[in-house]
């Protein structure tokens, strides 16, 4: 066996390992908002179940301030889940669309470009987010944690580049394609 072949092989036991990897994100993330979502449900009900919400959040202090501001901050809690369940989501079709033997194609190209979007919109819900808690600490003195809007971007910005070559591996296939 060459050295083109076993590249070959691994690099699709990679993938294939990031494929079912992805899946065991989605699924995670999709319980996760589930849970949350039950959760507050039962917590308009039973104040008491604000204390655990969900993996030990402990939200009862804000639910017994303001339930609207209780309610807005669950609701971007599971906002950002639903985009990461989103984005999780485009990245198994794309890993499930690729062809390694023809791997740009407008298809990938695009779906590349909605996930860069989905981290633009976790970038500013993070935004909203964080504005929320520094204006939340303002009116209450309850502190929550700060969400990493940096990093959004910045992956957000990578994928959409990411996309932008394989845009441009598009138009160079079927240049090439024409002259054949």
């Known amino acids: 066996m060459n050295n083109g ?16 990897l992805a899946w065991v994100v989605f699924i995670c993330v999709m319980i996760q908002a589930g849970a949350l979502l ?5 917590s308009c009900i039973n104040p008491v179940a604000s204390k655990n919400l969900y993996s030990g959040l402990d939200m009862y202090q804000l639910r017994q301030i303001n339930f609207r501001y209780y309610t807005i901050a669950v609701s971007l809690m ?10 999780t989501f485009l990245v198994i079709k794309v890993m499930s669309k690729v062809n390694m033997e ?17 981290l633009l919109g976790a970038a500013i819900l993070a935004l909203l987010q964080n504005a929320h808690t520094t204006w939340l600490f303002n009116k209450t003195g309850i502190i929550q944690e700060k ?15 990411i996309s932008q070559v394989f845009k441009r591996g598009v138009e160079i296939q079927s240049e090439n394609d024409l002259t054949v």
């Open 102 to 118: 023809n791997p740009f194609t407008i298809r990938i190209a695009r779906l590349l470009e909605k996930i860069s979007y989905g």
């Open 147 to 161: 969400w990493a809007l940096g990093q959004c971007l910045v992956m957000a910005a990578l994928v959409f580049i």
């Open 78 to 87: 599971i906002a950002l889940l639903c985009i990461k369940a989103f984005v």
């Open 5 to 20: 072949s076993k590249a070959s092989t691994r690099t699709k036991q990679i993938l294939k390992a990031m494929y079912i």
């Open 38 to 42: 039950l959760s507050y449900f039962v």
